[in-house]
Each structure stands twice: as structure tokens, then as C-alpha cells.
């Protein structure tokens, strides 16, 4: 175990180098891979060579063997959680977001008296609000996607309206200059330099999202739903079901992660993060 890890860290840091250098491209997908393997082997190796019990933590083959075995249930929740709840509240919440930035950005009104109050709801406990919630819209995915726009509105809000002021003076002054009105001035220079800051805003809304929902569904959900299986089967004791659904989760949201990423990689080309990136 000792020399796969130590051939893995030197496999990943030789990696890096080459990828640093410009040798390797279109091979960086293998660094978290390798690292990953290397996680996983030691787990395995840990758990069943010191005889760790399986209540505590079982080994990956076994959390794989039970996530095969269960897979009409994990579809079952992942439909429940992910396509019902996380989709429908992330689109909603953020664009309402947007929508409001927008409104924020036109009244200096708003701007004073909204802000504040988004930043004091949006640290409010996720605990606190799931409750609130399903007493309103009741048990069923509703209330899981109504905790998920109450999270991903004001991270949405405060990101665009920062990303609108990115435009410099300059610029602006360009615009005034050839006698473009607002809404030209919106489009063509300020969407395109907030455009950063809204995928930076939609990508951390995609995993606040699925972690909304999931604590939102210890609250009250019908028999169904990831948060509700997690919940259930620690009181049976059933772990290795468990982190077959935190599994699922994390493969979920960072499929869903990705995914933005990419989009964002070919709408904002332009931008030096991405040039360098290229």
C-alpha cells in the first residue's frame, strides 16, 4: 500500500509538471483520478486490514457492491432530490437572481436596502428555514425546491450586481460616446464583463442546491428522496446504503458543477482566467 501511494504521488507531481509546462495537454483529467484510486485503495487496505467496523465505516467494495444491489432505490431518490427539487428551485432561485439584479442595478433604492437584507438572509441557518418551509408547501418536492431558491437567490443577487460594475469607466464612457441608451449599454458591455461573476454565482449554487435539498428532506418528504434515505437507514444501521447515497450525491453535483464549467469555458473565451487556462 505504502509504494502504491508513494508511485501514485509521484506519478501525480510529474504529471502536474508536464501539464505546467505544456507537454501533457488534454491529460489533466488524470491527476484527480490517480488521486482518487490512491484514496480508495488506502480506505479499502484501512478498513478491512484493521477490521474497522462496518457501522463505522465499510470498505469501498462493499459500498459499491450495496450501490449496484440498490439501484431502483437510488434512482427512485435521485429522481425525487436532483430532477425535481435541485433543478427546479437552482433555475428558479437564480433567475430570479438575476431578475432582481437587474431591478438593483436600476435603482440606487434597492441597491441600499436590498443588499443588506440578502446578506443577513443568506446567512441564515439551513436548519431554520427547511422547517418554515415544509410546514408552507408541504412534504413533497415543493418545499425541498423552495429551501433551494431561498439559497441560491441571494448568492446570485449580490454576484450579478457586483459583476455589473466590473465595466470600467472608460468603457462606459466609450458607449456614452457613440449614444448608446441603457439597455445597449447592458447588453453589449456590462452582461459581457459580469459574465465571471454570474458563472461564479451559478457554479456555487449548484452545490449549495443539492445540499439544500438533502438537509431540507430531513425535515419531512415523502418515502423518497436522498435526504430521507440517508436519514433512515443510519437509524438502521445500513451505512453502507448510506454512503452509496452520498456517493450518488457527490458524482450528482459534480457532474452538475462540471457541466457549468464547461458552458462557461465557451461563453466567457474571452476572459484572461480561461486564456490561461487554455
Known amino acids: 500500500m505504502v509504494a502504491t501511494w508513494l508511485f501514485a504521488w509521484l506519478f501525480v507531481e510529474r504529471l502536474a509538471r508536464a501539464l505546467r509546462s505544456g507537454r501533457a495537454r488534454g491529460l489533466a483529467m488524470l491527476i484527480p483520478l490517480v488521486f482518487g484510486l490512491s484514496i480508495l485503495l488506502a480506505w479499502e487496505v484501512v478498513t478491512r486490514g484493521a477490521h474497522v467496523p462496518q457501522v463505522i465505516l465499510p470498505p469501498p467494495s462493499q459500498v ?3 450501490l449496484t444491489a440498490s439501484l431502483p432505490t437510488l434512482w427512485a431518490d435521485f429522481q425525487q432530490t436532483v430532477l425535481k427539487a435541485v433543478l427546479a428551485g437552482y433555475f428558479m432561485g437564480c433567475a430570479s437572481g438575476f431578475a432582481i439584479a437587474i ?25 431554520g ?3 418554515i418551509m415544509v410546514m ?3 412534504f413533497d418536492w415543493q418545499s425541498k425546491a423552495a429551501v433551494v431558491v431561498a439559497m441560491t437567490f441571494f448568492p446570485m443577487l449580490v454576484n450579478t450586481v457586483s459583476g455589473l460594475n466590473a465595466a470600467s469607466a472608460i468603457e462606459r464612457d466609450l458607449m456614452a460616446t457613440y449614444a448608446a441608451g441603457y439597455w445597449q449599454t447592458l447588453v453589449k458591455l456590462r452582461l ?15 452545490t449549495l442546491a443539492l445540499i439544500g435539498a438533502i438537509v431540507a428532506e430531513f425535515f419531512g418528504t415523502p418515502i423518497v428522496g436522498m435526504g430521507f434515505r440517508i436519514s433512515t437507514e443510519v437509524g438502521r444501521l445500513n451505512i ?12 450528482a453535483g459534480s457532474a452538475f458543477y462540471g457541466v457549468i464549467a464547461l458552458i462557461e469555458r465557451s461563453v466567457t473565451f474571452w476572459h484572461p482566467s480561461v486564456r490561461g487556462r487554455a
Open 240 to 251: 453502507d446504503l448510506v454512503w452509496a447515497e452520498i456517493a450518488m450525491a457527490a458524482v
Open 64 to 66: 459499491w457492491m450495496r
Open 192 to 206: 459581457p464583463a459580469a459574465a465571471p461573476f454570474i458563472f461564479n454565482a451559478l457554479k456555487i449554487n449548484s
Open 129 to 131: 428555514i427547511a422547517p
Open 103 to 127: 431591478l438593483v442595478d436600476r435603482s440606487p433604492f434597492l441597491k441600499a436596502g436590498l443588499l443588506p437584507i440578502g446578506n443577513f438572509v443568506s446567512a441564515l441557518p439551513i436548519i
Open 136 to 138: 408552507w408547501f408541504g
